[in-house]
């Protein structure tokens, strides 16, 4: 998109996947200062492994692909959605994104 300006919704959409993808890397870090103390794995690191970020971001392009660019109800209830799932993700309780372990 060089050049061209972002619509409302696109920037609401970046905006929301950032958010997700820094409090999944938050998490991540949170794991792993917890299985091996003393270990730092960079941003990068991070977001290559198999983890909360690497799922975060299937999911956000899986969802994605599912809705064309012109149904705005759609995407609006799919941000709605996703809000409701950060605020899910940031409870000090949920140690992962996704679930698996």
């Known amino acids: 998109m060089s050049g061209s300006r972002l619509s409302g919704l696109q920037k609401e959409v970046l905006a929301l996947y950032r958010l997700i993808l820094r ?3 938050g998490k991540d870090r ?11 794995k960079t941003v990068n690191q991070l977001l290559t492994t198999r983890s909360s970020t ?3 971001r299937t999911e956000f392009r ?19 959605k996703g809000k409701k799932q950060l605020q899910l993700l940031k409870m000090p309780g ?7 372990t």
């Open 23 to 25: 409090e999944a890397v």
């Open 30 to 40: 949170k794991k792993l200062a917890a299985s091996t103390p003393g270990s730092h």
């Open 54 to 56: 690497s799922y975060a």
């Open 62 to 80: 899986k969802q994605s692909q599912q809705v064309r660019r012109s149904d705005f109800k759609t995407i609006e209830y799919k941000i709605r």
């Open 94 to 100: 949920v140690n992962l994104v996704g679930g698996n």
